[in-house]
T-cell receptor
Framework: GAVVSQHPSRVICKSGTSVKIECRSLDFQATTMFWYRQFPKQSLMLMATSNEGSKATYEQGVEKDKFLINHASLTLSTLTVTSAHPEDSSFYIC?????????????FGPGTRLTVT | LAKTTQPVSMDSYEGQEVNITCSHNNIATNDYITWYQQFPSQGPRFIIQGYKTKVTNEVASLFIPADRKSSTLSLPRVSLSDTAVYYCLVGGGSNYQLIWGAGTKLIIKP
């Protein structure tokens, strides 16, 4: 089956620094990738949708200058949290969708736990 | 975008069949219904997807009535490892976005 990886799985950074999270589709080409954030015991919140080679579409309330998303190839998308603050601490999950397959099954990465101190 | 409503939590016992129902009254014509399973600190895992009637795979069945305003995920003979949060989602349309509801926390007891 389709596999999505994320790196790193866990990161701790100091307030004010930037952190980059990578999301890769390992055995398929992902025309669309999604980034989610999940706080403890809450549901997933969609942050942005990115299509390969174009700018990401951010959900309302998500600061595009703080959460930089790059989808430079069909197998890689990155999320950079700039000038991180403790309130950015969360579980970040990416998902990838393959081509124009009927339906819209998305494959999820294992998530990245970000802790900002 | 359609919203979904599902029970906040459910309990069952090992070996039992578990049915989780989700309502989605405003489902659009081109929306699919998909269920995901999530364990703590892990990404969601795809369980099953359907459009109408019944779909069955090696882990679950999905029942969808003719009006498509609800759906039922059926897990046969659950085990302790099925304890997780289960999410029902509808969507597909033109932007493929998934809007996540609160999910159902399923606890399986020995």
């Amino acid at each position: 089956g389709a596999v999505v990886s994320q790196h790193p799985s866990r990161v701790i950074c100091k307030s004010g620094t930037s952190v980059k999270i990578e999301c890769r589709s390992l055995d398929f080409q992902a025309t669309t990738m999604f980034w989610y954030r999940q706080f403890p015991k809450q549901s997933l919140m969609l942050m942005a949708t990115s299509n390969e080679g174009s700018k990401a579409t951010y959900e309302q309330g998500v600061e595009k200058d703080k959460f930089l998303i790059n989808h430079a190839s069909l197998t890689l998308s990155t999320l950079t949290v700039t000038s991180a603050h403790p309130e950015d601490s969360s579980f970040y999950i990416c998902s990838a969708r393959e081509g124009d397959i009927k339906g819209y099954e998305q494959y999820f990465g294992p998530g990245t736990r970000l802790t900002v101190t | 975008l359609a919203k979904t409503t599902q029970p906040v939590s459910m309990d069952s016992y090992e070996g039992q069949e578990v049915n989780i129902t989700c309502s989605h009254n405003n489902i659009a014509t081109n929306d699919y219904i998909t269920w995901y399973q999530q364990f703590p600190s892990q990404g969601p895992r795809f369980i099953i997807q359907g459009y109408k009637t019944k779909v069955t795979n090696e882990v679950a069945s999905l029942f969808i009535p003719a009006d498509r305003k609800s759906s039922t995920l059926s897990l046969p003979r659950v085990s302790l490892s099925d304890t997780a949060v289960y999410y029902c989602l509808v969507g597909g349309g033109s932007n493929y976005q998934l809007i996540w509801g609160a999910g159902t926390k399923l606890i399986i007891k020995p």
